[in-house]
């Protein structure tokens, strides 16, 4: 007997579009190409890295956020 079909993924949400900036931001090295300014000894390079973490996490708990399910089906 054959299975029934499942119904297609809609996995096409607007949202997820934003889930490049944090692939592309950390690629445009003219931002953290310096030795200044520094925070707590640590130059713009190091730093901004933990920035980029911040802006990937955010990003990505924003786009689940707004494309998770509402309820059960």
């Known amino acids: 007997m054959a299975e029934p079909e499942s119904p297609p993924r809609t996995d096409s949400s607007p949202w997820n579009w934003l889930l490049l900036v ?3 931001v950390p690629l445009l090295t003219f931002l953290y190409n310096y030795d200044e300014p520094r925070l707590g000894g ?3 390079f190091y730093w901004l890295q933990f920035a980029f973490i ?3 996490v955010g990003t990505t708990s924003l786009v689940y956020q707004m494309t998770k399910k509402r309820g059960r089906p």
Do not use: A, D, Q
């Open 22 to 24: 944090p692939i592309v």
């Open 54 to 56: 911040l802006l990937g």
């Open 42 to 44: 640590f130059p713009l």
